[in-house]
């Protein structure tokens, strides 16, 4: 299971690009209650599967495959830093929890600005009642 991230998946920030991944694979080499806290991304998804499905082989894709590190035989997979890009923003996510974050001022980013930093969704009025 990949999260969501509701409105905040169109943001570089931290709410739109951490998400949470579940994992079951039963009698697959997976231990129940098992916590990863490497980087990982969702372009390592399609090696990942072909991994614990044993499809041995090469295959053009960026990804690598996170099996190790649910299996237990690898820490981490070595990875310096995550790319983000979503519409104009890029980001740089480090192991260390350091981020640096790009927003283009010549492109805004429509999809952050579409509904999370609007009080209002656009095209609706706001309302409140007291009950």
């Known amino acids: 299971m990949l999260s969501d991230n509701g409105h905040a998946k169109g943001t570089t920030y931290e709410w739109g690009v951490r998400t ?3 994992v079951r694979y039963p009698n697959g080499g997976v231990a ?3 916590v990863v806290s490497d980087l990982v991304s969702t372009i390592d998804l399609v090696p990942t599967v072909l991994d ?3 499809v041995r082989g090469t295959y053009d894709t ?3 495959s996170w099996a190790p590190l649910l299996n237990g035989s690898a820490a981490s997979l070595g ?3 995550i790319f983000v890009e979503i519409d104009f923003d890029v980001a740089v996510v480090r192991p260390d929890g350091l981020k640096l974050v790009h927003q283009d001022a010549a492109n805004p980013n429509r ?3 579409s509904g999370i930093y609007a ?3 656009t095209g609706s009025s706001s309302t409140s009642s007291t009950t």
């Open 32 to 34: 129940a209650g098992r």
């Open 111 to 113: 999809l952050a600005t």
């Open 119 to 121: 009080s209002t969704p």
């Open 20 to 22: 949470l991944l579940s």
């Open 62 to 64: 960026d990804g690598r």
């Open 79 to 81: 990875r310096a830093e």
């Open 52 to 54: 614990l499905a044993g």
